[in-house]
C-alpha cells in the first residue's frame, strides 16, 4: 500500500522557520514528481513546492526565495525548508506525489503549519 508520511509541522513565530518531511513507502521512490499542496480555511488548495524525477523544482510564487523543496531518493523522502515564516503560510500541508509510471497521484495525511505574528 502507498503511503505517504509527513512530519515536522508544528507552532512558530513569524520569522521563524520550520522543516517538514515525507517519507514514501509502497512504491519506487524515483519515480514519482513529489512536493507539497497547502490548504488554508477559506482558501483554495495550491500547490507550493514540487521537485519531479530529474531534480527540477517549481515553487509558488508566494513562497519564492523563503522556501526550499529538495529530495534524498536513497531515504525515499521529500524535504521542505521554510524560512522567514510568514502568518499567511499558516494552512495544512499536504505531501502529495504522482508516478511518472501509472500517473496515479497519492496524497499524505496532512500536518498543520501555524505562524503567528
Known amino acids: 500500500q502507498v503511503q505517504l508520511v509527513e512530519s515536522g509541522g508544528g507552532a512558530v513565530q513569524a520569522g521563524g522557520s520550520l522543516r517538514l518531511s515525507c517519507a514514501a513507502s509502497g512504491i519506487t521512490f524515483k519515480t514519482l514528481t513529489i512536493g507539497w499542496h497547502r490548504q488554508a480555511p477559506g482558501k483554495q488548495r495550491e500547490l507550493v513546492a514540487e521537485?519531479?524525477?530529474?531534480?527540477?523544482?517549481n515553487y509558488a510564487d508566494s513562497v519564492k526565495g523563503r522556501f526550499t523543496i529538495s529530495r534524498d531518493n536513497a531515504k525515499n523522502t521529500v524535504y521542505l525548508q521554510m524560512d522567514s515564516l510568514k502568518p499567511e503560510d499558516t494552512a495544512v500541508y499536504y505531501c502529495?506525489?504522482?508516478?511518472?509510471?501509472?500517473?496515479?497521484?497519492?496524497w499524505g495525511q496532512g500536518t498543520q503549519v501555524t505562524v503567528s505574528s
Open positions: 502529495t506525489a504522482v508516478s511518472e509510471r501509472t500517473w496515479l497521484d497519492y
Open positions: 521537485i519531479n524525477t530529474g531534480g527540477s523544482t
